[in-house]
Structures are given as structure tokens and as C-alpha cells.
């Protein structure tokens, strides 16, 4: 597709599960970058990658988070025991420059830990 | 650390009236300045950005902003609102340098809804 794929686009996990977002950004998009919108609120950055090199993951929250992008192209957010404080609106990002180039952004993954 | 600041939550305008959702930012170096618009459900979509040069960039939509460096705003405008920007906006700010500064930092977002 033209745009950055997103899925599922719908996670509902019960607490202490492990989910698994995917991210498929544009072909071609050296960058790619993840942040977490919670409602009513802008969207906080967690993670970037340069092709397959994890350049920042300052934003992770907690060490339940995960991210890869094994071969610079789709890339996958990992939480692992899924807690009620990380319902949230997960969104991806690519970029086909780090810096002076605008993201382009999936729909997101809405993710709702019961 | 890089930051923005969006005064506004919300700003209601009349159809065909002039709109304006302002936004400041701090970085440490010389900033690149986005704006975003979001509507339900939807990822942000780009409308406009700053990098360098004229002051005044025009971007989608007849949406465009002024960067005013001495008063570190980048305010959105446009001459003549429709009911169909009603939207979620959102600035955003990076900073030049490289290295984890290659992060975009986003502002809470303003919400304008244009009336008939």
C-alpha cells in the first residue's frame, strides 16, 4: 500500500498478557518511529529506528516495552505484561529522512488492557 | 530538552471567519516546526512545516504559519475557516542537531470546531 499499515488496528489484552503491535511504513522509509497517544492527550515519543539500528528508546516507558525492526523494514512493538496504565493509542511513523522530513503516520492500534 | 507548548484546548470559529491555533516551542538549538491535523480515528496527517527561509509557509488545505523566532511561536492560520477543519491540530518541534534530538516532540493538541 501507499501509506504506513498498521494492525491490529483494535487490542484488547487482559492484564498481565503479552501483545504485539506490527508496523509496516512506507517502502523506502529509511526511519520509523513509534509513540503512544493516550486519550485527550498528544502523542509522547517511545522509540526511533534508522533502517534496522534502534538510534533512541528513551521514551520506552518500562522494561515490559520492546521494539525491533529486524531487517529495517516492518517493525513491531512488544509490551509485555500488559498493566491497565498502558491503554493507549500506539502509533507508528516513517520518515524518509531523520530529520527536516515530515512522518507520515499509520492509523494506530488502540490497545485497551482490561 | 525540547518542548511545545499549545495554550489552547479548544478555539470555535464562524464559518468563513480568519482561525488561528497558536503554539511556542522551546529547544536548545534551531528548531524544525511541523503542524499536524488529526481527525477521529485517523493517524495525524501532515499539514505544513518549517525548516528554513521565509518566515510565512504555506501548507495544505490554505493552511499556513508564521515562525517568529524572537517570540518562539508557530502559529497556524487560515484567511477563511470551514466547518470541514474542524479537526485536532497539533505542533510539533525537533531540534537541528542530530542524535536523539532526531525525535519529533508534539504539543497536547487544540481542537477547532468551526460552526455554520
Do not use: M
Not at chain 1, 42 to 50: D, R
Not at chain 1, 59 to 71: K, M, N, T, V
Amino acid at each position: 500500500g501507499a501509506g504506513v499499515s498498521q494492525s491490529p488496528r483494535y487490542k484488547v489484552a487482559k492484564r498481565g498478557q503479552d501483545v504485539a503491535l506490527r508496523c509496516d511504513p512506507i517502502s523506502g522509509h529509511v526511519s520509523l518511529f513509534w509513540y503512544q497517544q493516550a486519550l485527550g492527550q498528544g502523542p509522547e515519543f517511545l522509540t526511533y529506528f534508522q533502517n534496522e539500528a534502534q538510534l533512541d528508546k528513551s521514551g520506552l516507558p518500562s522494561d515490559r516495552f520492546f521494539a525491533e525492526r529486524p531487517e529495517g523494514s516492518v517493525s513491531t512493538l512488544k509490551i509485555q505484561r500488559t498493566q491497565q496504565e498502558d491503554s493507549a493509542v500506539y502509533l507508528c511513523a516513517s520518515s524518509l529522512t531523520g530529520f527536516a522530513g515530515e512522518l507520515f503516520f499509520g492509523e494506530g492500534s488502540r490497545l485497551t488492557v482490561l | 530538552a525540547q518542548s511545545v507548548a499549545q495554550p489552547e484546548d479548544q478555539v470555535n470559529v464562524a464559518e468563513g471567519n480568519p482561525l488561528t491555533v497558536k503554539c511556542t516551542y522551546s529547544v536548545s538549538g534551531n528548531p524544525y516546526l511541523f503542524w499536524y491535523v488529526q481527525y477521529p480515528n485517523r493517524g495525524l496527517q501532515f499539514l505544513l512545516k518549517y525548516i528554513t527561509g521565509d518566515n510565512l509557509v504555506k501548507g495544505s488545505y490554505g493552511f499556513e504559519a508564521e515562525f517568529n523566532k524572537s517570540q518562539t511561536s508557530f502559529h497556524l492560520k487560515k484567511p477563511s475557516a470551514l466547518v470541514s477543519d474542524s479537526a485536532l491540530y497539533f505542533c510539533a518541534v525537533r531540534d537541528r542537531g542530530g542524535g536523539t534530538a532526531s525525535k519529533l516532540t508534539f504539543g497536547t493538541g487544540t481542537r477547532l470546531q468551526v460552526t455554520l
